[in-house]
């Protein structure tokens, strides 16, 4: 495995201490406890911490009873939380350029709270699948990512071949075969203000999601959200300020239905809460919205590339990128999601208009099935091997 680079930190002369409980190659630790026993107190677990010792509008029962904790014991805590089953995704390995390295250890997978990723939204991301041991159209998701870092003004801690074999090492790493790698570029940890002048360094730092299976397909329920689109400056950037498409995704749950669709300013089809949206026109055309006020999705890219084999053996009579109104789209052959997450995602209901037939979509069901052949045998341009 190739060396990884030091941290920018310590790179530029600042003091990097790794962890006191850690050697620097970051070894993992022994047996979880199923408790931890501060100074001087009673064992101690996460779920009593966050139920019995709390009222019903949520404060301490007494102030007075927070300890105040060394690193050791914090480390110890953080080992009881992992051990709490309060997760619900395995995550596999951590590279944090922070510590200038990776860790397998979940508890050790943190990052500063004065990092104004997470104070100020100063941060953007993005996410590559792992299939059978193979990274899945990395190089277009790496290059959005250096965009949407130079919109947002991030500057690079390491150059582009270096951030990419970053990646692959932590997917090496971590020994997962199938899952997910998600990064995030931040203008760094340094202070509480809102201009990022007082951060010495940009950080980076990706994670590797286990995901044993993909979902399978089936048709869902959307409806028209009510929360305001981002306006095109920031949608186009894949930032961490994703808020609204939380509150979109959230709204569309209370509703019965899977997530929102977005319409922009003129009232046009715009996208789903993190994924794009794309129609079958009663002419058998594959029709997806402008790109221009929207996050540029690869997955769509990519299904819109592998769509010309429909259109070779006339199940389509063409690919078309232009505005959608509501009204056609309802009134479509078929409807689907399209982003990375679910691949593609049949969409048989919208509001309370059925979409089709109500049931799968043919289109839909054969796209999803080119991805799905394309992630496990595509060309070496969209699978990159990784060296376990």
Request: charged share 20%; hydrophobic share 40%; glycine share 8%.
């Amino acid at each position: 495995m190739a060396h990884l680079p030091a941290s920018p930190a310590a790179a530029a002369g600042y003091r990097v201490s790794p962890s006191p409980r850690s050697s620097p190659s970051l070894p993992q630790r022994k047996a979880v406890p199923s408790s931890c026993r501060a100074a001087g107190s009673s064992s101690w677990s996460w779920r009593a911490a966050t139920s019995s010792n709390r009222t019903e509008a949520g404060t301490i029962v007494n102030p007075n009873d927070v300890p105040i904790l060394s690193f050791s014991e914090v480390a110890e805590r953080l080992d009881t939380f992992q051990a709490s089953d309060a997760r619900n995704q395995n995550y596999m390995a951590m590279y944090s350029s922070i510590f200038g390295g990776i860790t397998t250890d979940p508890s050790a997978m943190v990052i500063p709270i004065d990092d104004h990723m997470v104070h100020r939204g100063h941060g953007v991301f993005d996410t590559a699948a792992i299939m059978d041991g193979h990274l899945y159209e990395l190089e277009q998701h790496l290059d959005r990512f250096l965009r949407s870092a130079l919109m947002a003004k991030i500057a690079l801690p390491f150059d582009r071949s270096t951030i990419r074999s970053i990646l692959i090492q932590t997917v090496s790493a971590s020994k997962c075969t199938q899952g997910s790698l998600r990064y995030w570029l931040s203008v760094g940890p340094g202070d509480f203000q809102l201009s990022s002048s007082g951060c010495a360094n940009s950080a980076l730092y990706a994670i590797v999601i286990e995901s044993p299976s993909l979902q399978v397909p089936a048709g869902c329920k959307v409806v028209t959200s009510s929360i305001p689109i981002k306006s095109p400056q920031f949608a186009v950037m894949k930032s961490v300020n994703y808020l609204p498409n939380v509150l979109m995704k959230v709204e569309g749950e209370e509703n019965g239905a899977f997530t929102g669709i977005w319409l922009d300013d003129e009232g046009f089809v715009a996208e789903g809460s993190n994924m794009n949206v794309g129609f079958v026109t009663k002419s058998k055309e594959l029709l997806m919205p402008r790109f221009d006020k929207i996050l540029s999705g690869c997955t769509v890219k990519r299904v819109m590339t592998l769509a010309e084999q429909l259109v070779a053996d006339g199940r389509l009579s063409g690919i078309i990128s232009r505005n959608v109104s509501v009204q056609e789209g309802k009134v479509a052959n078929e409807m689907m999601l399209i982003g990375s997450g679910i691949i593609v995602k049949s969409v048989v209901q919208w509001d309370d208009q059925i979409i089709g037939s109500g049931k799968e979509g043919p289109i839909a069901r054969a796209l999803y099935d080119l991805i799905l052949e394309d992630m496990r045998s595509g060309p070496p341009s969209v699978r990159i091997p990784v060296p376990y």
